[in-house]
């Protein structure tokens, strides 16, 4: 008797979908992100909306090479697929050159015609969507924050004016060093520092957190890059392993293959005028994997095939071997 009820209530699609796993959660951490110089892999986003500025700016597009941590900020009117496409092809290819790899969304602005077909014009072999509800991958995300972060800093009660400073957040950002490579990424990028002040050309005192070389040196120094870009490489290799053994400590590994039936977290959001309160409403929604992209990716389709695109494997839970 005591099988048979835990076979039944193991196969309550009612019960399964209203509750929390006690399983740690699925999915350890991933492959560090393959990269070797500067501009080779870009993160893009869109941050906002903002409140209008005078500029009539209301979103920040930002741009960050994953190698370097070099960043891009280009305030928006609109959060359009033209205005991204434009800003990418005159502001990133046709300045820093083509990147091989773009890692984004699945924002509309990032899944348009428009960019689609700037992509391909420029020969880009990859380009990798993140799964839905898993803004960590993406890299640009982290200084999302850093930027919105300054803005706040800057604008105090008048929150009209946070385009005005958007140039000096980018000039501080990408010439502060960064913790994880140990350089500057205007240095990674350009080869050099920034001069931050015309005091240094008067200036002689060496105490400076950065050395500026003579004019020879400084050619010279640039034949050294290569070995400056294996102690990055090296450095960023480091760091995910030290953020994978934090990562790992409570999740679970286990991979799923095509046809699976699995359960999907549920992202509702309260309705109040439609009587509608995610807390009373299914935590997950039973699916079926119809694409395995990697050991953490999944395709997924709903019960009645339709396809509800790729979701990391944090967000899905095991099915019962009874269900």
């Known amino acids: 008797m005591h099988k048979d009820v835990v076979n039944f209530v193991s196969s309550c699609d009612s019960c399964l979908s209203h509750k929390i796993p006690t399983h740690n959660t699925l999915g350890k951490m991933g492959r560090p992100k393959e990269c070797f110089r500067p501009f080779q892999m870009l993160s893009i986003d869109l941050a906002g909306p903002l409140p209008n500025t005078r500029k009539q700016n209301c979103y920040i597009f930002v741009v960050t090479c994953c190698f370097s941590k070099y960043c891009l900020i280009f305030p928006l009117r609109r959060a359009t697929s033209d205005l ?41 072999p990859n380009i990798h969507f993140t799964p839905k509800y898993t803004p960590q991958i993406n890299t640009v995300e982290r200084y ?86 294996d102690k990055v490489q090296t450095a960023l290799w480091r760091s995910h392993v030290k953020n994978t053994e934090r990562y790992n400590l409570r999740r679970k590994h286990i991979e799923f293959n095509v046809g699976d039936n699995v359960w999907k977290k549920c992202y509702f959001l309260s309705d109040k005028e439609a009587y509608f309160s995610k ?23 709903d019960l009645s095939g339709r396809n509800i695109g790729a979701w990391h494997i944090k967000d899905l839970k095991l099915v019962n071997k009874y269900n």
């Open 84 to 124: 991204i496409t434009k800003h990418l092809e005159n502001d990133v290819f046709l300045v820093h050159g083509v990147p091989q790899t773009i890692v984004m969304d699945n924002g509309s602005q990032f899944i348009s015609k428009e960019l689609d077909k700037l992509l391909k014009t420029y020969n880009i």
């Open 279 to 301: 807390k009373l409403a299914p935590k997950y929604q039973k699916c079926k994997v119809l694409e395995k992209r990697s050991p953490l990716v999944y395709v997924l389709e």
């Open 144 to 229: 999302n924050k850093t930027i919105v972060t300054a803005l706040s800093s800057f604008v105090e009660d008048d929150h009209r004016s946070w385009d005005v400073n958007i140039p000096k957040i980018q000039f501080a950002i990408n010439n502060s060093i960064n913790e994880t490579t140990g350089f500057t990424p205007s240095f990674l990028v350009h080869g050099r520092e920034l001069v931050t002040s015309g005091s240094h050309y008067i200036d002689n005192d060496t105490s400076n957190e950065f050395v500026f070389l003579p004019r020879d040196l400084y050619a010279e120094n640039l034949g050294h890059l290569a070995v400056i870009f």
